[in-house]
């Protein structure tokens, strides 16, 4: 998985890599829409990266997304400000210290940590007090990082689409480290932090198989 750390002002380099026969390149010549493939009920065919990312997994973190763009699934990116990424109140103390500077190094080890990937919720405090039942957590990985002064982009992959309802249930929630006593406040904003909680052992309980795509 290709690791690209942009500094502040500078433009994203082109570096185009293509692998396999039926791999396809697409310059800049207006708006592409990619789509996952990994859907609930639908078997991961993964490739070869996936099964990597998958069998080297942390199970002791794991990174909560929140995108603020209502297509972030069919853009497979998730735009965050700087001001909401990694900050000191949204990651453990030995986080902070290895990887919010987004080092190299530092970008290496979040790209081990599974990812729960939402947009934020469409329910809010006095209207549903939840969120609308067709949302969902994609859980996947990091594979590229952008950075501006800004924002980051992070640029995800798909490994399988799990409901957000079932993970804002309050006993799951309150295994992922995710605060749903004020109404979902940690959903309700975008943002980018890492939690001590071992996301596998919680989707084994909801009866989760990611070679599946999702529900069993």
């Keep these: 998985m290709g690791n690209y750390l942009m500094e502040s002002g500078k433009e994203i380099a082109k570096n185009v890599t293509q692998n396999g026969n039926k791999s396809t390149y697409i310059d800049n010549h207006g708006t592409v829409n990619i789509y996952n493939s990994a859907q609930k009920g639908q078997p991961l065919h993964g490739s070869t990266a996936d099964m990597i990312a998958l ?41 902070l210290h290895r990887c919010s500077s987004l080092s190299k190094k530092g970008i290496a080890e979040l790209k081990t940590f599974p990812a729960l990937i939402c947009r934020k919720n469409t ?86 198989d990611i070679t599946k795509g999702g529900w069993k």
């Design 55 to 95: 069998r080297s997994f942390s199970r002791q973190y794991y990174q909560l997304i929140v995108a603020d763009n209502s297509d972030v699934f069919e853009q497979n990116y998730v735009i965050i400000p700087t001001n909401r990424a990694l900050t000191q109140n949204m990651v453990p103390p030995e986080i």
């Design 123 to 208: 329910g809010y405090h006095c209207e549903t007090n939840s969120t609308s039942y067709d949302q969902m957590f994609a859980l996947g990985y990091i594979h590229d990082v952008f950075v501006r002064n800004t924002f980051i982009r992070l640029d995800f992959r798909t490994l399988c689409i799990v409901s957000k309802q079932a993970i804002c249930k309050p006993d799951i929630a309150h295994s992922l480290g995710i605060n749903v006593d004020c109404d979902l406040t940690d959903l309700n904003i975008c943002g980018w932090s890492v939690r001590s909680k071992n996301v596998f052992q919680v989707l084994k309980r909801l009866k989760i």
